[in-house]
């Protein structure tokens, strides 16, 4: 299938690029770089021996749009194209609603035009807000979200839903994703979060390469086994292999799909640290901190519906997630720079 990627030069629309390609698909890629790097396609040429196409744009650019569905023969869309930093969202929501909500409406609206009638969507487990029970699946009431950015995610899923039900013949895939870390085995592709990290693992890597001085641990008070607190944790890979499962599986069964993509196992921040400092042999000093605002106890998925209805399952386990990670991050100080990205 020819595939539309969204927000393909980031960091799961990059690995997702790789696995498509393994698969046998073609992906092309549409990304503004507002938080990728373009020497991204050298590395994964290096990767899997193809260039792959590139759209430099915007999403909610509508003569673009236009242009990349007349050029192409577009079978679906994964639309990862976002803007995703938590804190950020609730100092600047407009920003957020507009790229995120309108980029979305925008998309729906340019692909009805072209005929293109399969989409796969970034979702996340923020949408389920603070759920009372663990482990979450994809019933559990959706909607409580605390930040502009959960709030986004929640809206687009419901625009899509209602899309669908307007038009029956479309397939809207909607995947919500635990946490994603780790990066690809050869250490070409990762994660190059800018600035200050907000999230643990690209954190942790940064304590441990000298960048930042000491992990700050929000929280030891959480009712969980050890006080901090707990996540599911996903390979990077793993979860970009289930894009691809859920396109061969669903992308021409018209209907709205929903999946949790997760490993239903939960690790704490002190596992993470643990895990960390065996896996690797290097030292994360850590203090412990207030709870951060927002925050959850813990929050993990029942992962048995992609398992039961797109044999996917998550076969990566913390260890190689970790050491991915690192590899990644000791191979690459400064991420993707240092190199002259060559078009096609
Ligand atoms: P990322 O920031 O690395 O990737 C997003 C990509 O979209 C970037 O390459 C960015 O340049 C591009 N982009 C943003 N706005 C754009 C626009 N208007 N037009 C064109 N390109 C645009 O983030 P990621 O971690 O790869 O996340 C991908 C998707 O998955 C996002 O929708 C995110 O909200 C969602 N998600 C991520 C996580 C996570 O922890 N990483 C968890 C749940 C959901
Ligand atoms: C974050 C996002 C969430 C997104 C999810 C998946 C926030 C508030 N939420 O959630 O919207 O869907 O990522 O990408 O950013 N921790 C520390 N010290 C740190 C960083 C994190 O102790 O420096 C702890 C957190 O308190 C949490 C765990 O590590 O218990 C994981 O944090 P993080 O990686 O930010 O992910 P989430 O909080 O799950």
Same mark, same amino acid.
């Given at each position: 299938m020819n595939i539309l990627l969204?927000?393909?030069?980031?960091f799961i629309g990059a690995h997702t690029v790789v696995e498509l390609l393994n698969a046998g698909h073609t992906p092309i890629i549409l990304d503004n770089f507002c938080n990728a790097h373009p020497n991204v396609l050298t590395r994964i040429k290096m990767i899997t021996g193809v260039l792959p196409k590139l759209y430099q744009g915007d999403v909610r650019d509508r003569e673009l749009l236009k242009r990349i569905f007349n050029e192409n023969k577009i079978d679906s869309v994964i639309h990862f194209a976002a803007l995703k930093a938590v804190g950020e969202s609730v100092a600047q929501p407009l920003r957020y609603y507009d790229n995120n909500v309108s980029g979305s409406l925008i998309l729906l609206e340019e692909m009805q035009q072209a005929g293109v009638k399969s989409i796969v969507f970034s979702s996340s487990?923020?949408? /389920? #807000?603070? +759920?009372?029970?663990?482990?979450? =699946?994809? $019933?559990f009431p959706t909607g409580?979200?605390? =930040?502009p950015y959960g709030t986004s995610k929640h809206m687009m899923e419901r625009i899509m839903m209602d899309m669908q039900r307007a038009q029956p013949d479309w397939s809207v895939i909607i995947l919500r994703y635990f946490n994603p870390i780790g990066a690809h085995a050869s250490g070409k592709i990762g994660e190059q979060p800018n #600035?200050?990290? $907000? =999230?643990?693992l690209p954190y942790v890597t940064q304590v441990a390469a000298g960048k930042l001085k000491e992990l700050s641990?929000?929280? $030891?008070? /959480? +009712?969980t086994a050890d006080g901090t607190g707990v996540r599911d944790y996903i390979h990077v890979v793993d979860l970009a292999q289930g894009h691809v499962q859920a396109l061969n599986v669903k992308?021409?069964?018209?209907g709205t799909h929903i999946y949790n993509l997760g490993t239903g196992k939960g690790y704490s921040v002190l596992d993470i640290v643990q895990t960390f400092e065996r896996e690797t042999g290097q030292r994360v000093p850590y203090v412990f901190k207030e709870r951060r605002a927002g925050d959850i106890a813990e929050c993990y998925a029942d992962p048995q519906k992609a398992w039961r209805e797109l044999n996917w399952q998550a076969k990566r386990q913390l260890p190689e997630m970790i050491r991915d990670a690192w590899h990644w991050q000791k191979n690459n100080? $400064?991420? /993707?720079?240092n190199e002259t990205f060559q078009a096609a």
């Open positions: 969204t927000g393909g030069a980031g487990a923020t949408v /389920y #807000g603070e +759920p009372k029970t663990m482990p979450i =699946n994809e $019933n409580a979200t605390t =930040n #600035g200050i990290p $907000n =999230n643990l641990i929000f929280g $030891n008070d /959480y +009712p992308a021409r069964e018209a100080p $400064n991420g /993707y720079e």
